[in-house]
């Protein structure tokens, strides 16, 4: 059986599978990116609730898997040689584990960097500028008399759903026919946006039909229905 003690996350979220690849996380849309992809591809993992409500990913054991203080996070057992592998950041983590059972990436070299492109994407513009137009539209920062921050976010969102809009016209996902990684970076994003964050209207969410369309197929597979709620709260 692996033994994973020499984790200190495991002293507080210990594995009842250690031979599973551990995932440490919450349903949020850079969270459940990673439990998307595992209900996908059909990978055995064992999902930890780390509740960042009550600060859990600042705790030290958390820090000492992510010291950057942010779900997801993941340990795989079996990873390269055999040997454990303490992975952090969502984006790398999809990679990680469509190259490791080679689903969800196109084996084509050109096709494969495509792909990776728009995960990019979407962890340096669509992530960052959605969740600061969550935070200026619906938490804290709406109380802020001063409205550019707002209107910034908003405008900014609004360019990157136009940004989709074009790729996705003539396309049933992001890369055409194949159902990807790119995809699924996304889907908890642009979920997020028109349902939690209630910024549908703000952005004018009906002019882009094609994202809609796009978001309602991701929304029907089985695997994002399940990965949405993973993990459970206690």
Same mark, same amino acid.
């Given at each position: 059986?692996?033994?994973?003690?020499?984790?200190?996350?495991?002293?507080?979220?210990?594995?009842?599978?250690?031979?599973?690849?551990?995932?440490?996380?919450?349903?949020?849309?850079?969270?459940?990116k990673?439990?998307?992809?595992? +209900?996908?591809?059909?990978l055995? &993992? /064992?999902?930890?609730?780390?509740?960042?409500? %009550?600060?859990? $990913?600042?705790? *030290?054991? =958390?820090?000492s898997?992510?010291?950057?203080?942010?779900?997801?996070?993941?340990?795989?057992?079996?990873?390269?040689?055999?040997?454990?592998?303490?992975?952090?950041?969502?984006?790398?983590?999809?990679?990680?584990?469509?190259?490791?059972?080679?689903?969800?990436?196109? +084996?084509?070299?050109?096709?494969r &960097? /495509?792909?990776?492109q728009?995960?990019?994407? %979407?962890?340096? $513009?669509?992530? *960052?500028? =959605?969740?600061?137009?969550?935070?200026?539209?619906?938490?804290?920062?709406?109380?802020?008399?001063?409205?550019?921050?707002?209107?910034?976010?908003?405008?900014?969102?609004?360019?990157?759903?136009?940004?989709?809009?074009?790729?996705?016209?003539?396309?049933?996902?992001?890369?055409?026919?194949?159902?990807?990684?790119?995809?699924?970076?996304?889907?908890?994003w642009?979920?997020?946006?028109?349902?939690?964050?209630?910024?549908?209207?703000?952005?004018?969410?009906?002019?882009?039909?094609?994202?809609?369309?796009?978001?309602?197929?991701?929304?029907?597979?089985?695997?994002?229905?399940?990965?949405?709620?993973?993990?459970?709260?206690?």
């Open positions: 059986m692996t033994d994973l003690s020499a984790f200190p996350i495991n002293s507080r979220w210990p594995a009842q599978h250690p031979d599973r690849l551990q995932l440490y996380s919450t349903a949020t849309p850079n969270g459940v990673v439990s998307i992809v595992l +209900e996908e591809i059909g055995p &993992y /064992e999902p930890h609730f780390v509740n960042i409500g %009550q600060d859990e $990913s600042w705790t *030290p054991e =958390f820090l898997l992510n010291p950057n203080g942010k779900i997801p996070s993941i340990i795989d057992p079996n990873g390269p040689g055999g040997k454990p592998l303490p992975l952090f950041e969502s984006g790398a983590i999809l990679l990680y584990l469509a190259e490791k059972t080679g689903k969800l990436l196109p +084996e084509d070299p050109a096709l &960097y /495509e792909t990776i728009w995960v990019f994407f %979407q962890m340096a $513009s669509v992530g *960052p500028m =959605f969740g600061q137009l969550g935070f200026f539209h619906k938490f804290a920062g709406r109380e802020i008399s001063d409205k550019r921050p707002l209107e910034r976010y908003r405008n900014e969102s609004r360019r990157l759903l136009g940004v989709l809009e074009k790729r996705l016209d003539g396309r049933k996902w992001i890369m055409g026919d194949d159902y990807t990684i790119a995809d699924i970076s996304m889907l908890g642009v979920r997020n946006l028109v349902g939690f964050y209630e910024a549908g209207e703000l952005v004018g969410f009906a002019d882009f039909g094609n994202v809609a369309a796009w978001l309602e197929r991701g929304l029907a597979r089985p695997a994002v229905q399940r990965g949405l709620n993973i993990p459970a709260k206690p």
